[in-house]
């Protein structure tokens, strides 16, 4: 038998009423860089739509590039892999892979507030709209969705929402 080695609070190394009884074994447990885990891995891809305050149209042709790239430069800061940015005049999409020690929420707020200081700091009259719309995606559509984005010419994209368009 291996001694109990137990860096957790006394309380979990309690045994529950229900297993009292059983047989016990002991795991020799010995942290390997302190107590944390030896990796975390998560993939968490999302499809971000955010509106224009209104849905003004203040993003016009000639400012996208700029913004879609700060936007970009935004998420990097922050650590989060962009695959792709895109929208319209008066919305933008990302799809991005926030990392697990980020909430979504906080990733959004972050993205908006700084680009929405940039804009304003170039002397534009720019707000996002408050709310978002976030859709978590499968890795395998990834380059589906980024060549979508990419190629999509018309504003409201009415070949792909069905119903709705």
């Known amino acids: 038998m291996f001694p109990i080695c137990c860096y957790a609070p006394e309380a979990r190394c309690e045994v529950s009423p229900a297993r009292e009884g059983w047989d016990s074994f002991h795991i020799r447990c010995e942290p390997r860089r302190g107590d944390t885990l030896s990796h975390t891995y998560a993939q968490n891809i999302m499809h971000v739509v955010f509106s224009t305050k209104e849905r003004q149209r203040l993003i016009e042709k000639k400012f996208q590039p700029p913004m879609w790239s700060y936007v970009a430069g935004i998420c990097k800061g922050a ?5 792709n940015v895109g929208g319209m005049e008066n919305h933008i999409h990302l799809l ?4 697990p020690v980020l909430p979504l929420a906080k990733a959004v707020m972050t993205i908006k507030t700084n680009s929405s200081k940039w804009a304003n700091g170039l002397g534009r009259d720019f707000a996002w709209q408050q709310g978002y719309g976030a859709f978590g995606v499968s890795w395998l559509p990834v380059a589906w ?4 984005h990419t190629a999509m010419p018309t504003p409201d994209r009415r070949g792909l929402r069905g119903a709705r368009g």
């Open 79 to 83: 650590g989060i892999f962009v695959h």
């Open 96 to 99: 991005i892979q926030v990392p």
């Open 145 to 148: 969705f980024a060549a979508i």
